[in-house]
């Protein structure tokens, strides 16, 4: 494989992207699903979760959108294990003996930025009500403990505000939680939220989310929440799952009942889709978006044949390709032969690749244009963890 230009056929995606790819996420959806029961067992959630372990996680070829179902209840804060506030993490330099390189493009000062990373789809997951840390990472600094949270919304649908200050997750109650990224302030702003199709989604200005309300119920409402006064304003033409903004505004949505990914301005308008994706003459289909380039025009996403196994309903940050939303063309990345798993991009239009090679992770850090400028080997401590946000 050359270095700088990486090319897939149809043929080579088939036979070794998807078939590992969809083996793993079929396994997982009996996992979630297991997870749904575990925490039915609980009696702070057994109402609600008897309605939503139906529908939740159920398999979706190819039908409606599905929601989680589950009526409002008031949540009580988790327990908050002492949290220390993360340091000041400098920006890394590259030492002697590093397996880094530096490129040469246009972009070639791009640096990483923050990586904050949650736990993964672990085989033996505990619990969903078990606490877990956030924990960030800086490549070249050790990684950093942040706030604790119940495994379930950890793993699901938590979400870092763009300036990195604050984190949203929702519980398996349908609670709405928002703390600082250190755990202070830690308050709930309303019941009855989506917490698997739609997960919270910040707005570029950190200062508003988009979620979804009554998702069981007759009338769902999508539309933006104010973090500050808990004002929800409902939002039109906002449907789908798995939501992802960019800088300049831009909204993308995977459209669950055919395979295609939706892109609007914020108010559910100037909608148009992502060129060769859907069940209607397309190859492939895609459910699950991992993150949206500043200017909205690349996006990062799993994308499978559209005679696959889809999977569940749950977020997937796994990644297999990068697609020009114009176009709908396949953007090269220089993973040179290593498995791709994770893609994100930073604020400055660059993007951290991880891959993996073996056991050990890797991440890629990868210019606008596509062109590699430096690499780091991630520390064993996050092996079991997932990239969920990557600041500046």
């Known amino acids: ?27 997982r959806t ?18 609600v979760l008897a309605a939503a372990t139906g529908t939740a996680l159920a398999i979706r070829p190819n039908s409606q959108t599905p929601a989680p179902a589950g009526p409002s209840v008031t949540a009580t804060a988790p327990p908050v294990e002492p949290t220390p506030t993360p340091s000041a993490e400098p920006s890394s330099t590259p030492s002697a003996g590093s397996s880094e390189t530096t490129g040469e493009g246009p972009n070639g000062d791009a640096t990483f930025g923050r990586l904050v990373y949650g736990p993964s789809d672990l085989a033996n ?11 960030s990472w800086r490549p070249g600094d050790d990684p950093v403990r942040l706030l604790a949270l119940p495994y379930g919304p950890a793993q699901l649908n938590v979400s870092v505000s763009p300036d990195g200050k604050r984190v949203a997750w929702v519980e398996t109650t349908g609670a709405v939680w928002v703390s600082a990224i250190d755990g ?4 709930k702003l309303r019941d009855g939220v989506d917490d698997v ?19 069981g119920g007759d ?26 903004f960019a800088a300049d505004g831009t909204l993308a949505y995977a459209d669950g009942s055919d395979g295609t990914i939706v892109l609007t301005d914020r108010n559910g308008g100037s909608r148009r889709t992502v060129p060769g994706l859907g069940t209607k003459g397309s190859r492939y289909v895609s459910f699950d978006l991992s993150s949206l380039s500043p200017d909205g025009r690349r996006l990062a996403l799993l ?9 569940d309903a749950a977020r997937e940050l796994l990644v297999n390709a990068v697609l020009d939303t114009r176009t709908g063309k396949e953007v090269s990345l220089p993973f ?25 992770y890797t991440v890629v850090l990868v210019d606008a244009t596509g062109r590699k400028i430096t690499e780091r080997a991630e520390p064993s401590a996050l092996r079991d963890m997932q990239i969920v946000g990557a600041l500046g």
């Not at 199709?197 to 009554?214: H, I």
């Not at 973090?227 to 449907?239: A, C, R, W, Y």
Request: hydrophobic share 35%; proline share 6%.
């Open 1 to 27: 494989m050359n270095q700088d230009r990486l090319r897939f056929d149809l043929a080579d995606l088939a036979e070794e992207v998807t078939p590992v790819d969809l083996r793993d996420r079929a396994l």
């Open 30 to 47: 009996s996992r979630r699903l297991g997870i749904q029961r575990a925490a039915a067992t609980s009696a702070a959630v057994l109402v």
């Open 125 to 135: 997951a505990p619990s969903p009500t078990s606490t877990v840390r956030l924990q």
């Open 184 to 187: 202070s302030g830690r308050r």
């Open 197 to 215: 199709c739609w997960s919270p989604v910040w707005l570029p200005n950190s200062q508003q989310l988009v979620v979804r309300l009554n998702p």
């Open 219 to 244: 009338d769902p409402a999508t539309g933006v929440l104010d973090v500050s006064s808990g004002k929800f304003t409902k939002v039109t033409g906002l449907d789908g799952c798995h939501a992802v």
């Open 303 to 311: 994308r499978i044949d559209r005679n696959g196994t889809y999977g």
């Open 336 to 360: 040179e032969g290593r498995q791709l798993r994770q893609v994100f991009f930073q604020p400055d239009g660059s993007m951290v690749v991880r891959v993996r090679s073996g056991d050990r």
